[in-house]
């Protein structure tokens, strides 16, 4: 038997499948090239052409565009067919072109077919991994090879931190749920806590002359800025038209009534809620549940709602003296503790300490004040 080139139209144009040898079980399913016979478990694409002979592809070591003749230089019948075995080990189809054995086709289904075989000749050369949230990434630690995704599976990318969860995954938007959404490493890993210049008709129902409704306003527009807030407070600075208001994050909406009045008997009636005695006694209340201080959201007869600030986000400041504040803005002094001027101060004192932020006097009397500083 000898072996001779072929031209380009008849070389095996399945370069990728060419590189290695054929499976055991695969060349045990053939027809030995001596016998000239095909096994009974090999189905003839032509009856009428049973006898013709197997045709096998050359070895990866043999010069390319080859191919063995089984019956040497025996001429072919002119569109007979026969059965050939790719590089990959599967079964194709030959047939007889112009007195020659032309190219090893792939048979329909064939999983060689399309395929590069990288050398290895089994056919099962592309990598797929797993897709479970169909996020469109995959996971690099679920991975498997065959010659087409199979269901749940994706060629790639392979850089999903989370296949559990649809809304992780590289280049996700970052969202407060103790997930790392955007596969950074880090989780939940937005600001907790923000100052905002906004326009009093951004945070409704906030008017000048309620300070408790604009903590109300602040606390749904916070809200709605970043899933990573909980609540707000302010105006700290007061404008004209617009004032500087503090989002804050990691601070659930707890409380009631029945809270607030035990915390600070003063506090006694909802029409109190812009008052700084119902500031204290809110302070009271969350701090009796644990937290450093709070702040109230909403308000309506014998239903409050306040947000439970805890230690990583505040700390208070008591034992001060007026003129602590006084120095930070002249218009907070003992006797004026509900103005604005108040919350200004307060702002001010805490952001010469490093602080975002801060409110108060959540304590006073005629001497000494406390006030609480977000960071």
Same mark, same amino acid.
């Given at each position: 038997?000898?072996?001779?080139?072929?031209?380009?139209?008849?070389?095996?144009?399945?370069?990728?499948?060419?590189?290695?040898?054929?499976?055991?079980?695969?060349?045990?399913?053939?027809?030995?090239?001596?016998?000239?016979?095909?096994?009974?478990?090999?189905?003839?694409?032509?009856?009428?052409?049973?006898?013709?002979?197997?045709?096998? *592809?050359?070895?990866?070591?043999?010069?390319?565009?080859?191919?063995?003749?089984?019956?040497?230089?025996?001429?072919?019948?002119?569109?007979?067919?026969?059965?050939?075995?790719?590089?990959?080990?599967? =079964?194709?189809?030959?047939?007889?072109?112009?007195?020659?054995?032309?190219?090893?086709?792939?048979?329909?289904?064939?999983?060689?077919?399309?395929?590069?075989?990288?050398?290895?000749?089994?056919?099962? *050369?592309?990598?797929?991994?797993?897709?479970?949230?169909?996020?469109?990434?995959?996971?690099?630690?679920?991975?498997?090879?065959?010659? %087409?995704?199979?269901?749940?599976?994706?060629?790639?990318?392979?850089?999903?931190?989370?296949?559990?969860?649809?809304?992780?995954?590289?280049?996700?938007?970052?969202?407060?749920?103790?997930?790392?959404?955007?596969?950074?490493?880090?989780?939940?890993?937005?600001?907790?806590?923000?100052?905002?210049?906004?326009?009093?008709?951004?945070?409704?129902?906030?008017?000048?002359?309620?300070?408790?409704?604009?903590?109300?306003?602040?606390?749904?527009?916070?809200?709605?800025?970043?899933?990573?807030?909980?609540?707000?407070?302010?105006?700290?600075?007061?404008?004209?038209?617009?004032?500087?208001?503090?989002?804050?994050?990691?601070?659930?909406?707890?409380?009631?009534?029945?809270? =607030?009045?035990? $915390?600070?008997?003063?506090?006694?009636?909802?029409?109190?809620?812009?008052?700084? %005695?119902?500031?204290?006694?809110?302070?009271?209340? $969350?701090? $009796?549940?644990?937290? $450093?201080?709070?702040?109230?959201?909403?308000?309506?007869?014998?239903?409050?709602?306040?947000?439970?600030?805890?230690?990583?986000?505040?700390?208070?400041?008591?034992?001060? %003296?007026?003129?602590?504040?006084?120095?930070?803005?002249?218009?907070?002094?003992?006797?004026?503790?509900?103005?604005?001027?108040?919350?200004?101060?307060?702002?001010?004192?805490?952001?010469?300490?490093?602080?975002?932020?801060?409110?108060?006097? %959540?304590?006073?009397?005629?001497?000494?004040?406390? =006030?609480?500083?977000?960071?």
């Amino acid at each position: 038997m000898k072996i001779r080139p072929l031209t380009l139209a008849a070389a095996t144009v399945m370069l990728g499948c060419a590189q290695g040898a054929a499976d055991d079980a695969a060349s045990e399913a053939s027809v030995t090239a001596e016998t000239g016979t095909t096994d009974s478990t090999v189905p003839s694409t032509d009856t009428a052409t049973s006898d013709a002979p197997m045709i096998e *592809e050359a070895p990866a070591d043999a010069p390319p565009g080859t191919i063995f003749d089984a019956l040497d230089d025996a001429p072919c019948t002119e569109g007979s067919k026969t059965g050939c075995k790719t590089g990959c080990g599967t =079964v194709g189809d030959v047939t007889c072109v112009g007195g020659e054995w032309g190219k090893c086709t792939p048979r329909a289904g064939d999983p060689c077919l399309g395929l590069d075989c990288l050398g290895k000749g089994d056919g099962y *050369e592309h990598t797929f991994f797993r897709d479970g949230d169909g996020d469109g990434h995959g996971d690099p630690k679920q991975k498997t090879q065959a010659c %087409v995704a199979p269901a749940g599976y994706l060629a790639g990318p392979a850089d999903d931190c989370n296949d559990a969860k649809k809304e992780s995954y590289p280049g996700a938007t970052e969202i407060c749920d103790g997930v790392d959404n955007d596969c950074n490493g880090k989780i939940d890993d937005l600001a907790k806590i923000g100052g905002f210049n906004l326009a009093f008709t951004a945070v409704p129902p906030c008017s000048t002359a309620d300070p408790a409704s604009c903590k109300q306003g602040a606390h749904e527009w916070c809200k709605a800025k970043s899933s990573c807030f909980t609540g707000g407070f302010g105006p700290v600075e007061l404008g004209a038209t617009e004032g500087h208001f503090v989002c804050i994050g990691d601070s659930p909406l707890i409380g009631d009534w029945a809270d =607030v009045v035990a $915390a600070q008997p003063g506090c006694s009636s909802d029409t109190l809620a812009s008052k700084r %005695v119902c500031e204290s006694a809110v302070h009271r209340a $969350a701090r $009796a549940k644990g937290y $450093a201080s709070g702040m109230l959201q909403t308000h309506a007869p014998s239903n409050w709602k306040f947000l439970g600030i805890p230690a990583a986000h505040a700390q208070a400041f008591d034992g001060l %003296v007026w003129s602590d504040l006084t120095s930070q803005h002249a218009g907070c002094k003992s006797g004026t503790e509900d103005s604005y001027d108040c919350n200004a101060a307060s702002h001010r004192f805490c952001t010469t300490k490093g602080f975002v932020s801060g409110f108060g006097p %959540v304590e006073y009397n005629p001497t000494n004040v406390s =006030v609480v500083c977000v960071k």
